[in-house]
């Protein structure tokens, strides 16, 4: 039975890894916990977005205290409008019309961003 998961393509036997997980939650009952589980990981995969946002900020920090005002201002507003955008999201989801001004949103916000960066890097 060894040899014969060890010659199992490697996608099949994680496919059957995951249908044998699902059927241990189905059988046991263990939906509650599951759905904690999966809004732990959501409040944790938000809380990583905005230590990453912050640890962007705090080593760039210095460069950005020496732009003017409006572009700090619309840079600083993208990056928070952008986490303010992806919490939304994991606290209520999105699906149609939701989701693609989700993306928009951010899509707009990186814009945002970008321009700002590269306008305040553009010497000439």
Known sequence: MRRF???MNPTL????IIA????????LNQQTALLSLVYLTRIVFFLAVAFFVYLVWRE??????????RAQFAFYGGAVLALVAIGTFIVYGASGRNAL???????LCAFSMF????????YG
């Open 20 to 27: 044998a997980i699902v059927l241990a939650i189905i059988l």
């Open 101 to 107: 001004a989700f993306f928009v949103i951010l899509a």
């Open 5 to 7: 998961f060890a010659d």
């Open 60 to 69: 760039r920090r210095g460069d950005i205290s020496t732009w003017p005002g």
């Open 115 to 122: 321009r700002t960066w590269r306008d305040q890097h553009t």
């Open 13 to 16: 036997r994680g496919f059957l």
